[in-house]
């Protein structure tokens, strides 16, 4: 049977089955999905686990050898089966099939996997585990359930985020759930018992993150130039790749020209900045970078970004880091000739 994450806890208290499959490529949802199984199956008696890693030199008649050992230490056991990316040949999947066919009444076989294409889901073993045990399938959470994911997250620590506070985490963390598990926890030990806004979310991340690429653009933004190459000079350091760079940097060049474009048309600032997701603190300094920056060195920087994309696509050759030290001065006002 097919289950998703939120139905796993409902089923595990009806009932075992004798085999799981947790596969999905959301690290957080499969590794949560992974320990509330482990801990129900200790709870009923599973005290043994045996760990098998899926590689080139794993041997799968093993898991046979593994299912039929008999434990000294305990009557029932786990065998947490870690296929990863591994995918199973024929003969593989005929020894998975032959377990699967008499699986053993002591033993719960728990199958993690990274996601399975469409083949894999054809198969024969993935068809006997659908038979006989439980699949549970991990899908990412998409753009537009995030506020919402994050909303229930904040509430079962008892967090109280402010729309424009969620906003904001949605923005900053970029579909990883795992570092807005980190940032809501965060969060949750500095600001216990009151509602926490989008300038408080600022400031928290601002303190704990002060040389990564939101650092950098609230440097860029507020004029601060020798601090933006001071962080340039770190994100390198530590292995940044310039896509992610890139990343921010075009992101606040394009809000700055949507802010100049709607002023010049007579729209209102809240507006835009809503539009373009520009909360709190972060308003004023957008508000005084679109007045700074004139519409040409905007568009300069944003050309720039172009000729950064190629050089990291080997489409053009170049200094990506020297080019992104020239956007980030441009848009601190102080720009670099290259």
């Not at 890693?53 to 046979?64: I, M, N, Q, T």
């Not at 056991?77 to 593989?92: A, D, F, M, Q, V």
């Not at 609230?218 to 890139?246: F, H, M, N, W």
């Amino acid at each position: 049977m097919k289950l998703r994450p939120e139905q796993l806890a409902g089923h595990l208290n009806k009932g075992l089955s004798p085999v799981y499959l947790i596969t999905g490529d959301e690290p957080l949802l499969s590794e949560e999905a992974s320990d509330l199984l482990r801990q129900t199956l200790q709870q009923q008696g599973f005290t043994e686990r045996e760990v098998l890693h899926v590689d080139g030199s794993f041997s799968w008649e093993y898991l046979l050898e593994c299912a039929n050992a008999l434990s000294l230490f305990a009557e029932k056991k786990i065998i947490e089966l870690r296929l990863g990316s591994s995918k199973l040949n024929k003969k593989s999947s005929e020894i998975l099939q032959q377990y699967l066919s008499n699986p053993a009444p002591d033993n719960i076989l728990m199958i993690i996997a990274d996601k399975l294409d469409g083949s894999s889901k054809k198969s024969a073993w993935f068809k006997a585990i659908d038979k006989c045990g439980a699949i549970v399938e991990i899908w990412p959470v998409e753009t537009a359930q995030l506020p919402n994911w994050i909303r229930q997250r904040a509430a079962q620590i008892e967090l109280q985020l402010d729309d424009e506070a969620i906003q904001l985490l949605c923005d900053r963390i970029e579909g990883n759930l795992l570092a807005a598990k980190q940032e809501l926890s965060k969060l949750s030990l500095l600001f216990p018992n009151q509602m926490v806004t989008a300038d408080a979310v600022v400031d928290a991340v601002s303190d704990s993150s002060r040389y990564d690429i939101y650092g950098l653009s609230d440097a860029a933004l507020q004029g601060q130039s020798a601090r933006c190459c001071k962080i340039l000079q770190v994100l390198r350091q530590d292995g940044t790749e310039p896509p992610v760079v890139l990343w921010a940097l075009s992101k606040e060049l394009r809000s700055l020209a949507a802010i100049q474009q709607a002023q010049s048309s007579g729209q209102s600032f809240d507006a835009v900045c809503q539009r373009e997701r520009i909360w709190g603190k972060r308003k004023p300094m957008a508000r005084q970078a679109a007045q700074r920056l004139k519409p040409q060195q905007i568009n300069q920087a944003l050309r720039q970004c172009a000729e950064v994309d190629k050089i990291v696509k080997g489409m053009s050759n170049g200094d990506a880091w020297l080019l992104l030290t020239s956007i980030s001065l441009t848009l601190a006002g102080q720009p670099l000739s290259v």
